[in-house]
Structure formats: C-alpha cells, structure tokens
C-alpha cells in the first residue's frame, strides 16, 4: 500500500503535532502524522494531573529507554531515560511543569552560529504556544507570591493553558516565598523575561477550568484531527526514510517505510511525501532514524552494513541532559503532604477522587511541583582552579557554557520542592511502585541548569527494533559536579534552616537515606558522595541533531533542514544546540510553532 501527503510527519509527539496543526491551517496542504504509540487522549493517568508518574516505565506510554553504565555515578549505575510514546509524546506523560528558559542559552544559540535563533528570535514563538491564566482572587496571589507577572511577556492567545497549581489552603506553598523573601532572594523578574533569579510558584500546563493536563494533543492535535486535510496513524513504526535512486548530491528524500500495527496484525507500508519529511521522533529516535537511513557518521553506518547517503558525523552526538536530585526531610505532625496517596492509602486515594470529581479539587490538580527557583553557583567556586575543555573539539562548547554561567542573569541550577518523599537511591524503577517510607515528608531538590558534560545515541543494530544505545557521560566533566554539589549543600544548610520552612519540618526528624546527613555533617563533599549516589536524569535529553554550522558538527541549518539531503527536516528538542534551563517542554512547543512559520514562509 502507498500513500502519499504533501507533509510526512515522523512523530506525533510534542512538536509534531504543533507542526501538523500549524501546516494544516491552509486547506490545500496534505498533513499526515505517523506515531509509533496510540491515543492516549482517554488515559485517566493522562488526563488527571497528579497521575503522571504512573506513566513513567509503563510500555504503552514510554519508550522505555535506558542509559550506558554510567562511570560518573556510583556502582557505574545506569538511569532510565523515558521518552513519551503515544500522541503528545513528552508532553502527554510529563510532570505538566511549565518554565521559561533563559535568554542568555538561548542568545548563545545564535552566537554559535544560528542567526535568528537567539531570544528575540524565539520567545514570540513561544508566547504564540501558551495562554496563562493567573488566579482570579487577591488572597491566591497573595498566598502564592504572584506579584511578579510582565504583561509583555505573558502569553495569552496560545492553545496549551497554562495556570497556577499552588492553593491558598496549603501553608508549604506559602512557606516557599516566604523562605526565599527572607533570604531576600525572591525572582527578581517575571520568569518568562528569561532573565529571573530567585524563588516563585511556578506555572504548570494544566486547564484551570477542567483541572485537567494541557498538552500537545487535546491543544494542537484533536483540533488538526477534524480537519479533512489531516490524516494520523497511530500504531505506525516508521523503519526509514526513503529517497530517490539518483546518485547526485543533495540526495532526496521522498517518503518513509512503516510497520502499522493493527489488534493483532502488523503490516509494512509505504508513504510518499510530495513536499517534505519532517522527523519529530525525539531526541532518541529522530538520531535513531536517520542513522538507520543512511544519514551519520559513516563509520557507525559501515559498522552495522547501513549504505552511507550522507556522512554527517553530528548525528547522534551533542546529548545534553539535567542531572537532578533531592534530599527528603520528616515534616511536624499535623503537616499534610501526599506520601500516603504515594503509598496507595486507600483511605486517601478515595478522599482524592472524591474531591476530584466532585469539586475538581485536591492533591489530584496537581502534578509535579508548585515551588521553584532559578539559582546562582550559592558558595564561591573558581572555575579557573578547574580542567577547561577536556577535548580540542569541546572549547567552543566549554566558552558557551562558561559565559552563560558567569552571565548575571543567568542560573547554574533549579531549586524545587516536592510535597512528598521522593525514592533517589536505587535503580530505574518505576516512580509510582517504589517502597516509600511510612510518615509524611517534604523534600527540596535541585537540578542543573546547563551542563559542561555532553553524551551521545547511537544505534546499537540496523534492526529499527532495537532501542538506541545511549550514553549521556554524566558528570564526565569534574566541574558539573562542583557546581551541584553546591547547590545540594545549599539546600540542606540555607533553604531547610530558613524559618519559613523550618517551622513544618520535625526537629531530628527522618530523612529518606542515611547518605542525607552526610551533607549536613560533611559538607560540599557529602554533598558529592549524596551526588553520585542518588542524581537521575530530569529526562530532558536535547541536541542529538543539532542545528549548527556543518563544519562545527551541525545535523540541521537554520532552516531545520538537514544537510546534504533535500525535503527533510528535524522539528524536536534533538536540534537545540544548548540546553535550556528549568525543564525544556516550553522551548520544544516554541521551537515547534518557529519551524511551522518557516516553513510556511511566515
């Protein structure tokens, strides 16, 4: 069977559904979607805020990917890397947090060699995405802090809603702002101008009407899916793109071989895109694809018997991710957190659902965090007193990232707070199946905001079944680990001491691991040892196809288009050339909504 659309998009993930609602505004233009998940649109644990974790691990909604042995962490233990599989992709399994990046790794974008692409670039698309809705009465604001919103840069017109989860009814929302307004380090600016210091309750992509998730489905997808000129398949295993049979160069790509699961029925397809192949497939995949279509280094590709169309050494390398951790401390008695809906209390899970359905409140509303800070280096470190590049081919990178973190305006970590316990120590289970501690918690965390280690996805067989080997080099470069260490100690000493916290927290209370008193004991190299033992993956892996000059090991132009081969694009987080700070959803719809306008010629 061959079929054929104007627009083939491989994923209908995050972007890819920006991308196939935007390109199907014009009537006359052909869009078909090709997702390897299904809909996942009526999933309960989509819809409902606080159910994510529940879809992290689980093989219907994540790709289920895991790291190389990672070197950098203790044991040489690997870490989980979900990537969302279904329609929304990430954004349909994701904790719903909804941050800005900051200007200053978005301005190096361009600087790198991208014109057009630094903030002033940029963030207009991402005000196109989202419309924010503050909370309506004095004493919710009041309660939360929100003091601070620049109409300027608020979005309102955009299809992902965007609200406030933090409730006046809870005093750890509260104690948040006011611990960083007694420290004097409150934001010192809207969040969304990309350049805030400081704490603040933070927006999560969730419908303050239906206190349901927002995301790339139910606000780009459902919406393209009514159009006639909008064809999705879900089930639908892309195994390579295809391109002419000519041997001039640029090649050509001209369509894509499919397995299309059907109940028990699966069967190989063909599509021919009469314009262009957009690749949205992420930043596992999207490497995956095209490396399994001839597009790579050639060395990987002769190794696995791949015929080479184009040797484009970049594909594949450039993987940033956050390392994140957190330290889980015993609250007083009579202070309400989650850990018994954690547990699976039935006492509790029925209370929840009752307030859910019946008033569309409670702990249901609210998904990964409501409390979050951008955060300078806390205590003094010399980078100079530290290794620069570890390699001749890293001293741009290195630069790059040195000048954001010495930026003013910039952030070297995100300090957030779960109202719970949370499981760091041990392996790459499932969230929501881990053996949590009897009693209520509250913990503080913190997650890089660049990183000066980067990694790399390769394919490990020319069989497209096979998952993608991947090796992010955590903590590769000494630095990374300074800089956090940093930030773990500060979180310990400064902000659990501050006494608007303080207040909650039991006196010689428990914490989730014997490791948590070491940093208070032992300092910045307790804070190391708690580091290597307990830091994950913030699962926002970026930059596998990235879009730089061919010459500094670029897979894509400013255009997005990939080079050395006509009618094909890569649309996801795999083109960002540095990582964003705070969680990178915001940047992936933003990227998605300039990519439809270039290609739209807007």
Known sequence: MTQSADYI????????????NRLSENPDIQVLVLEAGNDLSS??????????????????????????????????????????KGLGGTSAINGQVFVAPGRAEIDAWAELGNPGWDWDGLFPWLKKSFSLFPPEDRDTLEHLGIDWIDEECRGTE????????????????????????????????????????????????VDPETKTRSYSDTAYGIPARKRPNVKVITNATVQAITFDDTTSHPIRATGVRVLIKDKDKTEESSFLAKREIILSAGVYNTPKL???SGIGNKSILSHHDIPVRV?????????????????????????????????????????????????????????GMQSHAYMSTPYPLDLDALPGPLDPDEEEYYRTIRSILENEDSSSGSWLM????????????????????????????????????????????????????????YFSHPADLEIMARHVKALDEKLRTAPAIAKFLKPDGRRNHEDAFLVSEEGLEGAKKYLVDTAHGAFHGCGTAVMLPRGKGGVVDTQLRVYGAENLRVVDASVFPVIPRGNIITVVYAVAEKAAGIIRGE
């Open 158 to 205: 955009g299809p992902i809603k965007v609200s406030f989860p933090g409730t006046v009814d809870n005093q750890l929302n509260k104690a948040w702002i006011d611990a960083f307004r007694g420290m004097n380090k409150s934001t010192n600016a809207d969040p969304f101008t990309g350049t805030s210091i400081g704490g603040y309750s933070n927006t999560a992509s």
């Open 9 to 20: 998009i491989i994923g209908g993930g995050t972007a890819g559904l920006v991308l196939a």
């Open 418 to 473: 779960f109202l719970c316990q949370t499981k760091w120590h041990g392996g790459v289970r499932n969230l929501a199946k881990e053996t949590l501690l009897p009693g209520n918690f509250i913990s503080l965390g913190c997650l890089q905001s660049q990183t000066f280690s980067r990694g790399w996805t390769h394919i490990r067989s020319a069989d497209p079944g096979v998952p993608p080997e991947i090796d992010p080099r």
């Open 311 to 367: 040797h484009l050494p970049g594909v594949g390398e450039n993987l940033q991710d956050h390392l994140m951790t957190g330290m889980s401390y015993e609250v007083a008695p009579g202070v309400e957190t989650i850990d018994s809906l954690l547990r699976g209390e039935a006492s509790s899970l029925a209370s929840a659902q009752k307030l859910y359905e019946e008033n569309l409140s409670g702990p249901y509303t609210i998904g």
């Open 43 to 84: 999933d309960p644990r989509v819809q409902i805020p606080a159910l994510w974790q529940s879809l992290i691990g689980d093989p219907d909604t994540d790709w289920q990917f895991h790291s190389n042995p990672q070197p950098g962490l203790s044991n040489n233990r690997p870490t989980r890397q979900p990537q969302g």
């Open 290 to 292: 095209l490396e399994l």
